[in-house]
């Protein structure tokens, strides 16, 4: 796969299928983009596990954060790297050489690593790069269009509405808490 451009159906797709996420450099810094997607992705509905070995066994978010994958209670549908690229290239080795793969691996803005990428889909798993998890939900779902941001979707279908204050969803399986 050429990791230039993605089809909406295989984000949508990833995006709709990831039940749980583990979160490679989450933050407990409020300003910081890991913290915000963390939340964001929480408030979706997903599991979402912080790992940071600087913060294992405190919480974030009211979640426990791990201090590596292997600590994980389970193996994640998906791993989100906020690392740099070189970093993210370790954590890919980990995760082939630990031989708990997720569905996906997930690499944040401005994170490339296409070896390390090749290694995993080699492995059988999808990979999506330089790509934020929370914008992309946002765009799928027409959440981003309330901020003026041009999402590049246009449909005559209504958003599936979901609970809570204007909350929309990319799928119908979607649920904030399941």
């Not at 909406?8 to 990831?18: A, C, H, P």
């Not at 390390?116 to 779902?141: F, H, N, Q, T, W």
Request: net charge positive; glycine share 10%; with cysteine.
């Amino acid at each position: 796969m050429t990791h230039d451009t993605y089809p909406d159906t295989y984000i949508r797709k990833i995006l709709d299928e990831t039940k749980t996420i583990a979160m490679v450099g989450a933050s407990a810094n409020t300003v910081r983009p890991s913290y915000f997607v963390l939340k964001y992705m929480l408030a979706k509905g997903y599991d979402v596990w912080p790992v940071n070995p600087g913060q294992a066994g405190n919480e974030i978010l009211g979640q426990t954060v791990y201090a590596s994958l292997d600590d994980l209670p389970a193996v994640p549908d998906m791993v989100d790297i906020f690392r740099n690229s070189d970093a993210a290239g370790q954590v890919v080795d980990g995760i082939i050489a630990f031989g708990r793969l997720p569905k996906v691996i997930w690499m944040q803005l401005s994170v490339r690593n296409d070896e390390a990428a090749k290694r995993a889909e080699d492995a059988g798993v999808k990979v999506v790069m330089d790509r934020c998890p929370k914008i992309e939900y946002g765009r799928l779902s027409g959440e981003i269009g309330w901020a003026g941001v041009n999402s590049r979707t246009l449909s005559s279908k209504r958003p599936v509405l979901k609970a809570g204050f204007q909350h929309r969803g990319i799928g119908r399986n979607r649920k904030p808490g399941n």
